[in-house]
Every structure is written in C-alpha cells, then in structure tokens.
C-alpha cells in the first residue's frame, strides 16, 4: 500500500456526518523502526486535491440532488 493509499484509507475511517476522526492500526511482523515512518510519509505531491465541484454546474447540480433527496424524505415521513 503506498503512503497516499494508507492516507486516503485513514481518511476514510470514520463514517460521514457519524464521527469525526476514524483510526488505522496496521500490523508490522516486525518491530517498528524510525525509518518506517518515511514509508507513510507522502510527499505534496500526493496530497494535491482537486474538486469536481469547482464549477457553477457541478454546484447546481448537487444543490438539485440534496433538493431531492430532502424531498423524498420529507415525503416518506409526511
């Protein structure tokens, strides 16, 4: 697994809108060392993030499926 795979797995940890932080634990058969530290270490150039919802359209159309989804659930309890 590379550094930005195990960054994006700890990420991932938590459930959305449910908890705030999540944990990784991964094993070693070994005991660790200072080195193995680098190892999970990304560089920038793993940690650039580029959104999808970087344009008025891309926005509209989430602001249109949250819309519906707060409808349908407003109609199932009504």
């Known amino acids: 697994m590379s550094s930005a795979q195990l960054l994006n797995a700890v990420g991932r940890a938590g459930r959305v ?11 070693r058969s070994r005991k660790p060392t200072n080195n193995d530290f680098d ?6 150039d793993y940690l ?6 970087v344009d008025e359209s891309a926005l509209t159309q989430l602001a249109e499926a949250e819309d519906l989804l707060r409808e349908s659930a407003d109609a199932i309890f009504a």
């Open 17 to 27: 809108e449910r908890e705030s932080e999540g944990w990784i634990l991964p094993p």
């Open 39 to 44: 190892l999970v270490t990304p560089g920038d």
């Open 48 to 53: 650039d993030v580029t959104s999808a919802l």
